[in-house]
C-alpha cells in the first residue's frame, strides 16, 4: 500500500507517518516546514523515518507542486494552525494554506482510483454549540481558523458528492502526546511548570477542553482509511472534558511540581467548552479512545523530560 501524508513533520502527521511505515506502508511524506514553530523540531519528528527505505520525502508547499505521487490512500494533514494568530492580516495565511491547498490536492486525485482521501479538521468548527458536540449539529466556529477547517471540510464533502472521491473528515478535539508543537496548552503548561516558570491562562481557567491522545488519533485515522464509509464526518475525541484549572492540577500531581498562573483576558476565538459526542464513531468504525487524561499526562511528561534533557535542553 501506498500513502501520502501532508504534514508529515508536524505533530500528528509524524506520529501517523511512523505508524504507517511500521505497519508496511510505502509512505511519500510532503510538507514546507512552516515558520510556526523550530525547524530543528519538526527536522527530528522525522528521524526515524528517513531512516526507512520505504519513506520518501518532499520538502515543498502543496501551492508549489505540480504533481502528486500516485497512491493509494492521501492523508491531508497540513494546515495553518492557530485559533489566536487567525485573525485580521493572518487571514490570506489560513485561506491559502487550508482551503486553496486542500481544493489543490482533491482536484488533483479526484479522477484517481485512490481508496480513501483523509482530512484531518478540528473541533473548532463547532464554536460554542450545546454539550456534547455532536457531528449533525449546525456548525457555528467563532475563529477564522475555524471557518477556514469547515470550509475546507465542504470541498472534501463535494468532491465525494460530485466526483464519487471516497472521503472521510475527522474533527479533532484538542489533541497532545509526544511531539506536541510547542504552543499547544498542554506543552506550555508542562514546560513551565518543570521549569518553575509562570503559566499564562486566558480566561479564569474553569473553561472545559476534551483532550484525545495522539496515539488514539492515529488509530482513529487509520481505521477511517479502510472503512467504507465514504463522505461523513466524524469527531475524534477523548471522551471527557476536564476544566484548564483542573489539568494543572494533574500535571502538579505527576510532576511533583507546583504551578505558578497568571490568569489573563479571555481571547478573541476561544470556545467556552469543547466535548465530543462519540456516539458516530463508535457505532459506525468501531473506534474508541483508549488513553484518559491522567494517564495521557504521565505519559507525555515522561517523553517531555526525556526530549528535552529534563525540560532545559531546548
Known amino acids: 500500500m501506498k500513502a501520502l501524508v501532508t504534514g508529515c513533520a508536524g505533530f500528528i502527521g509524524s506520529n501517523l507517518t511512523d505508524y504507517l511505515l511500521e505497519n508496511g506502508f510505502e509512505v511519500y511524506g510532503l510538507d514546507c516546514f512552516t515558520d510556526n514553530y523550530s525547524y530543528l523540531i519538526k527536522e527530528s ?5 528517513l531512516k526507512n ?14 504533481e502528486f ?6 492523508f491531508h494533514l497540513a494546515a495553518q494552525a492557530g485559533v489566536r494568530d487567525s485573525w485580521g492580516e493572518n487571514f490570506p495565511v489560513y485561506t491559502r494554506n487550508n482551503i486553496e491547498a486542500t481544493q489543490k490536492l482533491l482536484e488533483f486525485y479526484k479522477d484517481l482510483k485512490i481508496k480513501k482521501f483523509v482530512y484531518s479538521s478540528s473541533s473548532s468548527v463547532y464554536g460554542d454549540v450545546d454539550l456534547p458536540m455532536k457531528e449533525g449539529i449546525l456548525p457555528k466556529p467563532v475563529s477564522p481558523y475555524g471557518v477556514s477547517k469547515l470550509a475546507a471540510e465542504h470541498l472534501v464533502y463535494l468532491y465525494w458528492k460530485n466526483y464519487g472521491l471516497p472521503t472521510i473528515s475527522l474533527r479533532y478535539f484538542t489533541v497532545y502526546g509526544p511531539r506536541q508543537r510547542p504552543d499547544m496548552s498542554i506543552h506550555r503548561f508542562v514546560k513551565s511548570i518543570l521549569k518553575g516558570e509562570e503559566i499564562t491562562v486566558y480566561g479564569d ?16 485515522i487509520a481505521i477511517a482509511a479502510e472503512s467504507e464509509t465514504n463522505g461523513e464526518v466524524f ?15 494533574e500535571i502538579e500531581k505527576v510532576s511533583g511540581k507546583k504551578a505558578r498562573i497568571n490568569y489573563f483576558q479571555k481571547q478573541k476565538g476561544d470556545v467556552k467548552d469543547t466535548w465530543a459526542d462519540l456516539a458516530k464513531i463508535e457505532s459506525v468504525l468501531s473506534w474508541k479512545s ?4 491522567k494517564t495521557g499526562i504521565r505519559n507525555y511528561i515522561d517523553w517531555y523530560i526525556n526530549f528535552y534533557d529534563i525540560g532545559g535542553g531546548r
Open 45 to 49: 519528528n522525522l528521524q526515524s523515518a
Open 205 to 220: 481557567g474553569e473553561q472545559t477542553r476534551d483532550f484525545t491522545y495522539v496515539t488514539d488519533v492515529v488509530k482513529a
Open 290 to 293: 483508549e488513553t484518559d487524561v
Open 69 to 74: 505521487p500516485e497512491v493509494d490512500y492521501v
Open 235 to 249: 469527531n475524534v475525541g477523548g471522551g471527557s472534558r476536564i476544566s484548564i484549572n483542573n489539568l494543572l492540577v
Open 53 to 66: 527505505s520505504d519513506f520518501k520525502f518532499t520538502e515543498k508547499d502543496i501551492m508549489d507542486v505540480e
